[in-house]
């Protein structure tokens, strides 16, 4: 096990290497917008120097004039001594950008998993037990609604319902307007009114899944010998159902549960982006589209930290749970 | 499962225990075929897309305008066309050749309003005389110097300037209800009821108090239309209608007034006839679903787009497909070092995060400005090559079992080629989970090419693409008065992902021998 996991850990690492060459090589090769535009801006000035000098200057100043790879190396030594960078769009340090950043969509996304689990297990089992049915049928379909639905189309309903026709919330943005007048818990509730439909459309949109997820697996264990074994015993179909087969479902789960964790932390980009929350993905993509070069590869890292531990996770988990499984 | 038996059969005859009839004896295909056909999700799904191919690929051929035609329609504009004041302030004119400027102007409203009868300015004695409606002639020593009025005199179209000596006896006429005066060196005149002033029977002139200014450069307020209008503001109407003398049979101009007391002005507005794009048409006969924020048909703007994310969907699986087969192919048959290499590769993929990647490139093109034909083709590429390593992970999972049993021991003992090997023995058996898993793919490559095209970055105009047709609800105005620019688009983009993934997962079902059904 523990060799197990050093070994995953180093191999990750390598991934990760790899990964995060391909991305400043990627990013570096693209038309540097934000130099090119800060420049044009600063060349206007009356007096100023011309475009190419400021370009020449710029380009200095931001470590664009060297070749890639040393470039690389450098952000690879800064990246591993702890420091990200400035952010260039932001003009602060990146880390602080992202501290302030973190705390709203971990909570977005903490809040919808949990009311996903919570709606996604019950349906599931309910729908596995009661294959072919009616209700069945319906379970599945609205799961499959829910996996095929466009993020922004939904947003956009939801707003076009529950903002504009009835009123109930705003269409846009964490708080309200007059915010800084509401006293410490009137601020809470004011964001947490702010944050529901942001949270109804990621549940809605990724419930499917989990949905689907938990009704394979309890049909796969419903159709295992000892759940035979267990009617043949006599037992009555409530306690083959929650205590035989349940169990047995949880497996699977607790591994993708688990393995969702880390995502937590990744932010939901386009629907932060849809409600303009000004949450890690929101502003990752405002950082993106302005070519906010280290905000940019220090997202794109984090996420690909994020995904790798999230696949550690659920191999280290699935033995844990599963006692059968034996790393190696 | 498999067996329908039928005993016994019509007519009595009975079968013997080996009759090929007894049994109807069903391919794997149709048993596959079959399951799949009693699954009813599986069977809306299909309608489902058939809807959806025939309305963007048939509809599009039979539907009479282009993707990019832009309608027009005429609208009515208000635009002002004459402003009209009431002269209400004391209007000063200096007589030839002698001066009245503003300052002894001022010594003279002083004068008024105290009741004098004579000013001075500077060394020059003034000496006024009150003609009556609110009509003064200002002397100086003995000479008329200048006048104070509040009605004007107005030259008529076409006629020579009246000068001040003539202006100045219409004005006293007016003032003192003679109807026919004097000036000298200028002969005589008359002033009839309506003001105006006739030398030898033509109008030379007439006195108004309205002054009426045209809004419009280079249009001349007739006569005849000033003194129409002062006799709708006077009967303080809100519509007058105006025909001109010279105008054709029944053309008339209608025009709205309206009155700004603060500013004291009436506005006389004119409803013209503008040729504009028909932006955000309601839906009409013409155009079932309206038009969009360009004048362009949102009807078939959802076939166009429905064409151009079917094809993109279909074209980026085929890159997934092919690209993921050969990867997986090779790395599940040989395994080894290359099997590592490939699944390395395959984890560096899986670990790139693809959405922030798409945008950043869009972002990219959208600044090297690509032409919207290239754009698309690029777009195919990327989300293709970005999309390879699941199916290339799924493949080489199968045929390592695969590889192991005994038909493939038999295509090595024959002395088949390698790639014979396995593209022919081994990817067959693959394709059931090939299908299933490019079915459900469609569905997501459509997703997020709409995901793209609904940031602005992925499809761009003039091309149609449900994604962008979707962009317009960025416009809060549109979201919330437009419902039918956004929401068709939205229900063909879900209508279609959903077919994708209800027959995928009618397929999955149906090529799972384990299904009981």
């Known amino acids: ?328 | 499962m498999s067996e329908e038996k039928k005993l016994p059969a019509e007519g009595g005859e009975e079968y013997s225990l080996n009759d090929d009839r007894r049994v109807r004896v069903l391919s794997p295909g149709r048993l596959v075929l079959q399951r799949f056909l009693r699954n009813r999700l599986a069977i809306v799904g299909m309608v489902m897309l058939i809807v959806m191919f025939v309305f963007s690929f048939i509809g599009g051929l039979l539907i009479p305008y282009g993707q990019a035609e832009q309608f027009y329609t005429y609208t009515y504009m208000n635009k002002e066309y004459v402003g009209v004041t009431r002269n209400d302030s004391l209007r000063f004119l200096a007589a030839e050749g002698r001066e009245f400027g503003s300052l002894p102007q001022a010594q003279f409203i002083l004068a008024t309003e105290t009741g004098k009868t004579e000013f001075s300015y500077k060394e020059a004695d003034y000496r006024l005389a009150d003609e009556g409606n609110d009509f003064y002639s200002i002397y100086s020593g003995g000479d008329l110097v200048a006048m104070a009025f509040k009605d004007i005199v107005y030259t008529s179209d076409g006629m020579p300037e009246l000068g001040f000596a003539v202006k100045h006896a219409a004005l006293k006429a007016l003032a003192s209800g003679e109807s026919a005066f004097s000036a000298p060196d200028a002969g005589t005149y008359t002033l009839d009821g309506d003001h105006n002033i006739l030398k030898d029977g033509v109008e030379v002139g007439y006195i108004s108090r309205f002054v009426v200014q045209s809004k419009e450069n280079g249009v001349v307020i007739t006569r005849d239309f000033k003194e129409r209008l002062e006799d709708a503001l006077d009967a303080g109407e809100t519509v007058f209608a105006y025909t001109a003398p010279d105008a054709p049979e029944g053309e008339t101009n209608e025009y709205s007034i309206t009155y700004d007391a603060g500013a004291q002005v009436w506005s006389v507005n004119q409803a013209t006839k503008t040729y504009v794009y028909d932006m955000y048409g309601r839906p009409s006969a013409a155009h079932p679903l309206g038009t969009d924020g360009t004048g362009m048909d949102m009807l078939t703007r959802l076939m166009y787009g429905g064409r151009v994310s079917l094809v993109i969907g279909f074209i980026v699986v085929i890159i997934e497909v092919v690209l993921g087969v050969v990867m997986g192919g090779i790395s599940g048959y040989f395994g080894g070092w290359v099997d590592n290499l490939i699944m390395r590769i395959v984890d560096i993929f899986y670990c790139i995060p693809s959405t922030p990647i798409l945008i950043i490139l869009g972002a990219a093109m959208d600044s090297l400005q690509v032409d919207p034909q290239i754009r698309m083709l690029y777009l195919m590429l990327l989300l293709g090559f970005l999309g390879w390593p699941s199916v290339a992970r799924m493949v080489r999972g199968q045929i390592l079992s695969l590889r192991e049993q005994e038909f493939m021991t038999a295509t090595e003992a024959t002395g088949l080629r390698v790639p014979r090997r396995i593209f022919k023995h081994l990817v067959p058996n693959v394709i059931p989970q090939l299908i299933v898993i490019s079915t459900m793919g469609l569905g997501s490559v459509i997703l997020t090419e709409a995901t793209l095209s609904f940031l602005g970055l992925g499809v761009k105009f003039p091309f149609a693409s449900w994604g962008n047709i979707i962009s317009d609800v960025n416009n809060s105005f549109v979201m919330t008065n437009y419902w039918f620019i956004w929401i068709p688009a939205g229900i063909c983009l879900l209508i279609t992902v959903l077919g994708f993934n209800f027959v995928g997962d009618g397929l999955r079902d149906a090529f799972d021998p384990k299904m009981k059904r």
């Open chain 1, 1 to 328: 096990m523990r060799n197990f996991v050093i070994k995953r850990i180093l191999i990750s690492i390598v991934i990760l290497l790899f990964v995060t060459l391909i991305i400043y090589v990627l990013i570096r090769c693209l038309p540097a917008s934000y130099v090119d535009n800060m420049a044009m801006q600063l060349s206007t000035a009356p007096g100023a120097k011309s475009y190419e000098e400021w370009r020449a200057q710029l380009n200095a100043v931001y470590g664009l004039d060297k070749p890639m790879l040393l470039g690389w190396l450098n952000w690879l030594k800064e990246f591993c001594t702890g420091n990200l960078g400035d952010s260039w769009k932001y003009t602060v340090p990146v880390i602080e950008k992202f501290k302030d950043t973190i705390g709203v969509s971990f909570i977005m996304g903490l809040i919808s998993l949990i009311l996903e689990l919570l709606i996604a297990v019950p349906l599931g089992i309910v729908a596995a037990t009661k294959q072919y049915s009616r209700l069945d049928y319906g379970i599945s379909a609205a799961a499959l609604v829910g996996i095929s639905l466009p993020t922004f189309f939904f947003a956009s309903l939801l707003k076009l319902f529950f903002s504009v026709h009835l009123g109930w919330f705003d269409t846009h943005g964490l708080v309200g307007r007059n915010f800084t007048q509401l006293d410490a818990w009137g601020q809470f509730l004011d964001m947490a009114h702010h944050l529901v439909l942001p949270i109804a459309t990621l549940v809605i949109i990724s419930v499917g899944s989990l949905m689907r997820y938990t009704r394979t697996n309890m049909l796969e264990v419903l159709n295992a010998d000892y759940i035979r074994t267990a009617r043949a015993k006599g037992l009555s179909e409530r306690r083959v159902i929650y205590h035989h087969a349940f169990r047995n479902t949880l497996i699977p789960l607790v591994t993708i549960v688990g393995a969702s964790l880390p995502g937590l932390f990744s932010g939901a980009l386009i629907t932060e982006t849809l409600f303009a929350i000004p949450g890690i993905g929101y502003t990752s993509y405002q950082a993106m589209i302005s070519g906010d070069i280290p905000f940019t590869m220090f997202y794109m890292t984090f996420l690909a930290i994020l995904t790798l531990a999230g696949n550690l996770l659920s191999d280290i988990l699935y033995a844990v749970v599963d006692p059968r499984v034996r790393l190696s």
